[in-house]
Nanobody, 122 residues
Framework: QVQLVESGGGLVQPGGSLRLSCVVS????????MGWYRQAPGQQRELLAL???????NYADSVKGRFTISRDSAKKTVALQMNSLKPEDTAVYYC????????????????WGQGTQVTVSS
């Protein structure tokens, strides 16, 4: 059974940082490109960052320079370091395994995590 389990969400003040982590089990981690999405209430799910199996990365303009995606093949994890957080970053964040990165338009999401809530508020 393939599982993606996110952790690291929570409440943070504007300007603060959080690190999200996603552990992958039940599949060959190395063959997948990995992504992070978010979905705010009433909005569509938004792709934020991709990292390919070959460690190529790509970011949405909304998070470029503030968020960093990374992966650890030995631990089968993908992380999203989020700095300089803003209230508009408040959303449920989802880990995803797919194929076709690093271009967002080519990416085909396949497997989803359950999501973790990030709230940025003073």
């Amino acid at each position: 059974q393939v599982q993606l389990v996110e952790s690291g969400g929570g409440l943070v003040q504007p300007g603060g940082s959080l690190r999200l982590s996603c552990v992958v089990s039940g599949t060959r981690f190395s063959i997948y490109d990995m992504g992070w999405y978010r979905q705010a209430p009433g909005q569509q799910r938004e792709l934020l960052a991709l990292i390919t199996s070959g460690l190529r990365t790509n970011y949405a303009d909304s998070v470029k320079g503030r968020f960093t995606i990374s992966r650890d093949s030995a631990k089968k994890t993908v992380a999203l370091q989020m700095n300089s957080l803003k209230p508009e970053d408040t959303a449920v964040y989802y880990c995803n395994a797919g194929l076709g990165g690093p271009r967002f338009g080519d990416y085909n999401p396949r497997i989803w995590g359950q999501g973790t809530q990030v709230t940025v508020s003073s």
